[in-house]
């Protein structure tokens, strides 16, 4: 059964940076192309960073150049380092596969507030 995990969440500062981590099981990880996704409060879920297997990336016009997806296929695991945060950051934070959206996780919550 497909799992992901999401960590390293919390509470920062604007400007602040943060290190989200995503463990998968219960799928060939290696094959897929993988998304952090969010979804602040009220608000729609929505893509914010992708990596194909190969590790090619895209990233929403919002994060871009402050948030950077990398992938490890050995340990199964992807993360985003989230940098010069700001407050319309704040959302919980989930990864899935992209496309072809499976189960999702509990996610990790981010707040950025001073």
């Known amino acids: 059964q497909v799992q992901f995990v999401e960590s390293g969440g919390g509470l920062v500062q604007p400007g602040g940076s943060l290190r989200l981590s995503c463990a998968a099981s219960?799928?060939?990880?290696?094959?897929?192309?993988m998304g952090w996704y969010r979804q602040p409060p009220g608000k729609q879920r929505e893509l914010v960073a992708r990596i194909s297997s190969g590790g090619s990336t895209n990233y929403a016009d919002s994060v871009k150049g402050r948030f950077t997806i990398s992938r490890d296929n050995v340990k199964k695991t992807v993360d985003l380092q989230m940098n010069s945060l700001k407050s319309e950051d704040t959302a919980n934070y989930y990864c899935?596969?992209?496309?072809?959206?499976?189960?999702w996780g509990q996610g990790t919550p981010v707040t950025v507030s001073s």
């Open positions: 219960g799928m060939i990880f290696s094959s897929f192309a």
């Open positions: 899935n596969r992209f496309p072809g959206i499976l189960r």
